[in-house]
């Protein structure tokens, strides 16, 4: 056990403890105890409420002056942390913030090895996207359901296979890659830059043949993603959907109006994927199972986006088995029938319940 300061647990026997048990996060909130989620759910770790100033002194350690000065003026504040643990290092995402109460932080487990997409429970399929010379491939999902996981799974896939110079833009820098057969340089938002617009305008200038962006928080990124997609670069990227067809909508509606068309005709030419994913809880009770759909940057699909029909695309998917396509509803009836998901669950995510009937 790792050592108490006067009885008092520290903030590494919290996460040991969530490591060990196999959990996901840990949060450290004011007027709260500490929390673990497993599985998806949220338990206690203790039954003790941790006060504000027990929360201070678990979570400000952690900081340097420069990370504590961005903290208080900003009142949150994204980094990576790592732990000795026995046998290596753990690293942690972290995201501390202020609520009505004091101050809080989330430790969100990163798995000490790269997955693969096999580990992943994902259609080794995937893998034809990194085959590309150029282009724009997105994974989708809510917060939590492996995006992360999955986007460091297709990046050591090119590292492994493919003597690429690989750029990534994060915040922050989650799974360590060791270069193989790429050159790869990792940069994280407020360490090594100020913000992903400006690492994604520099990017263009330092030679990549793939750059990935964490995520596509602004307008101003999202154009930018497209048009290195269209200048010669295989860009990887995330946003916080539920589908293919909606990635696609929310894309261009994030745009003004009089410049959706040209954004309809710039996509169509480059986007090469979408991967939109959710994790739903077994049925044995032992984690969770990734569902997931997939879009393939088609001939049929690039006429659809330039023609403003993306409602037509779910057709396109459900008769695009040969090229990889599959849509949400068949990944969980899959996961239904192989008995590794319950049938309540496949219904409650399911984007036409009657397809279960």
């Known amino acids: 056990m790792s050592p108490k300061r006067h009885g008092v647990r520290t903030l590494t026997d919290y996460l040991k403890d969530v490591v060990e048990r196999g959990g ?3 949060h450290i909130a004011s007027n709260s105890p500490p929390l673990m989620r497993l599985h998806g759910q949220l338990m206690r770790l203790t039954d003790q409420t941790l006060s504000a100033e027990e929360v201070d002194a678990l979570l400000i350690p952690v900081l340097d002056e420069e990370a504590l000065a961005r903290l208080r003026e900003a009142r949150s504040i994204d980094f990576a942390w790592q732990i000795d643990l026995a046998d290596a290092a753990q690293r942690f995402r972290v995201n501390y913030y202020f609520q009505k109460y004091g101050m809080d932080g989330v430790f969100r487990v990163i798995p000490s090895h790269i997955p693969t997409l096999a580990e992943l429970g994902l259609p080794e399929t995937l893998g034809d996207m990194t085959r590309h010379h150029q282009g724009l491939v997105l994974v989708t999902g809510p917060a939590g359901s492996g995006k ?3 986007l460091a799974a297709l990046i050591n896939l090119l590292n492994q296979s493919h003597p690429r110079h690989i750029i990534t833009i994060e915040d922050p820098i989650e799974y360590i890659h060791t270069p193989q057969r790429s050159l790869i340089n990792q940069r994280q938002v407020g360490t090594h830059t100020s913000s992903f617009t400006r690492a994604l305008r520099a990017a263009v200038r330092e030679d990549p043949d793939v750059i990935l962006v964490g995520e596509l928080r602004d307008l101003e990124t999202t154009q930018m993603a497209i048009t290195a ?12 959907t539920n589908s293919s067809i909606r990635t696609i909508d929310r ?80 990944s969980l009836r899959d996961l239904m029938n192989a008995g590794i998901i319950t049938r309540e669950e496949a219904l409650k995510r399911a984007t036409n319940p009657q397809f279960f009937a």
Do not use: C, W, Y
């Open 251 to 330: 894309i261009i509606d994030a745009f003004p109006h009089e410049q959706q068309s040209h954004i309809r005709t710039m996509l169509s030419e480059s986007l090469k994927g979408v991967i939109a994913q959710q994790l739903v809880p077994r049925a044995d009770g032992q984690g969770r199972a990734a569902a997931v759909e997939v879009l393939v940057g088609t001939v049929s699909v690039a006429n659809m986006i330039r023609d403003a029909k993306t409602f037509q695309i779910g057709s396109i998917m459900q008769t695009g088995k040969s090229f990889g396509m599959r849509i949400m509803d068949d």
């Open 24 to 26: 996901s996060d840990l």
């Open 148 to 150: 992360t996981s999955t």
């Open 229 to 240: 997609a269209e200048t010669g670069h295989l860009v990887f990227t995330t946003l916080h």
